[in-house]
């Protein structure tokens, strides 16, 4: 049974504007409010007064009834005609049993036999979030497309924008069902490794081309009409090889356990049904069958690697292929390549609503308008956080010089490095006008030591408090809470 106390979950989504002022370190914490918001700065200042659950249950519901107006007025600020939309899908995984949108699907989360909640997320280039909406846990990625498509030439009325997506939702069917043809409706996406392997075998990518140029245009009859962008990262690359070599030897370390058991004196693993059963288990585990060469009689079990495939593979290491219907006079190849690369941002939402920051999970809510509600209000608070973030900048590790930083790019595909101010502010542990140098994490833990202290005198004469003489008192600020409280635009008031 679902806690009446779920609204905490939500409620501490607030926590990224909250922590600001307390009146207590103890206001928000990772599990929710432990404090009614009557006492706490946090319903002071918004003048909540005395709030319970059902009235925070009445206000989700009144917000998500809104939800549609107010992304249409995100998108007027954040989106334009001809604008990049970047659009990604994620899940989350759900604990209780009477959610109508719980349902098992493609698991991202690793926790197997729970059903789960799926949710996109829209962003402009800068990874601005703009909308999300929730989706049965068994929807397929793709299938999501065309409710976004909808929602940004529709709701949100703009004609000519151009969709990036990852190969797992603008695929094949999804270009050729919804998105070919129509008028102003752009795209980018990536090619499957299959489709990578099947252009270098007919010879549109001339892999030697790539020890002089990491990007190169190529054509294919495969995709009249489409623009294909092939790109090899040396890094990228070698971290494939690793990884594979990684998967290669455990696979065979479990491989040879099950040779050992087939060759045992004494209750040995015999019979080609069961043998092929613990290697089908192991090889899909690593997911490594195609590289192996696999025997299985009655009696026993051989394998060996397939050096051919494996050298075949190995040549394609670190080669994508970006597609797309945008045109070269819209955009060059290279401006193509970091439009799709701008899908980090996305990931970088998710990675903050899922596990940094403001932890969707686990979501108590049964009632299908309650979990819309309650994504939607983590989404918010996201939006929040992300310009708190482009505010606060200067005073965090993050890079805030991203011209010098793409200036020292050779090419869209090259690793990016650290601008020189970033680098400087890593090394001292300072910013350039002096100031420590935080995580967006630990400067909300410091400016949350800022306190009001309500200060009550007592009569000389009778020892009591008056409560017409009380007077508030904050904290004050360090200079490091002064900065950011001036880069958040936040005057303090007692």
């Not at 970047?86 to 719980?102: E, F, N």
């Not at 009696?299 to 797309?324: C, H, M, P, S």
């Not at 903050?352 to 809510?365: A, C, E, F, N, Y």
């Not at 630990?442 to 030591?449: I, M, N, Q, S, Y």
Request: with cysteine.
């Amino acid at each position: 049974m679902h806690s009446r106390r779920c609204w905490q979950r939500d409620v501490v989504t607030a926590m990224v504007v909250s922590r600001v002022i307390h009146a207590d370190s103890k206001l928000a914490t990772a599990r929710g409010l432990r404090q009614e918001t009557s006492i706490s700065t946090l319903g002071e200042v918004l003048g909540l007064g005395v709030v319970d659950e059902d009235k925070l249950y009445e206000a989700m519901d009144w917000l998500v009834r809104r939800q549609g107006w107010i992304e249409e007025k995100l998108a007027g600020r954040h989106l334009e005609e001809g604008s990049l939309v970047l659009y990604d899908v994620t899940s989350s995984y759900y604990t209780g049993r009477r959610c109508p949108l719980a349902k098992h699907g493609h698991n991202r989360d690793k926790k197997k036999g729970f059903p789960q909640i799926v949710f996109g997320l829209i962003c402009n280039k800068a990874g601005c979030p703009v909308s999300v909406e929730v989706f049965g846990g068994d929807v397929a990625d793709p299938k999501t497309l065309s409710n976004q498509i909808e929602k940004v030439r529709g709701r949100f009325g703009l004609r000519r924008v151009i969709m990036v997506g990852d190969r797992g939702l603008i695929t094949e069917a999804r270009i050729r069902e919804e998105m070919s043809g129509v008028e102003g409706l752009d795209w980018i996406t990536a090619l499957r490794s299959a489709d990578i392997a099947a252009l270098a075998e007919e010879g549109a990518i001339q892999l030697s081309l790539f020890d002089e140029t990491g990007l190169m245009e190529v054509s294919s009859s495969r995709y009249p009409g489409e623009r294909l962008i092939a790109c090899r990262n040396p890094l990228l690359a070698e971290e494939r090889r690793r990884k594979r070599e990684e998967l290669l030897r455990a696979t065979e370390k479990e491989l040879d356990k099950i040779v050992a058991a087939t060759q045992r004196g004494k209750r040995g693993l015999k019979g080609k049904d069961k043998i092929g059963l613990r290697v089908g288990k192991v090889i899909n585990r690593f997911k490594m069958a195609k590289h192996f060469k696999i025997e299985i009689d009655e009696k026993g079990f051989r394998y060996e690697r397939d050096g051919e495939k494996i050298a075949r593979e190995g040549r394609l290491d670190g080669i994508y292929v970006i597609r797309t219907s945008v045109s070269e006079e819209k955009l060059s190849a290279q401006e193509t390549v970091g439009a799709y690369k701008s899908l980090a941002v996305v990931e970088q939402a998710f990675r903050s609503l899922k596990m940094i920051d403001l932890k969707v999970r686990p979501i108590r809510h049964w009632q299908e308008r309650r979990v819309r509600g309650h994504v939607f209000l983590c989404m918010l608070a996201y939006h929040v956080e992300w310009h708190m973030r482009a505010a606060l900048r200067p005073l965090l590790f993050d890079d805030e010089d991203a011209e010098a930083r793409e200036g020292q790019r050779q090419s869209v595909v090259s690793p990016s490095k650290p601008s020189p101010k970033a680098r400087r502010k890593a090394e001292r542990k300072r910013s350039d006008d002096g100031y420590p140098v935080h995580s967006f994490q630990t400067l909300l833990k410091d400016l949350a030591t800022i306190t009001k202290n309500q200060i009550r005198p007592r009569r000389v004469d009778s020892g009591t408090c008056a409560d017409d003489s009380c007077f508030d008192i904050l904290t004050t600020p360090t200079p490091l809470q002064h900065r950011a409280l001036e880069l958040l635009g936040v005057a303090l008031k007692a």
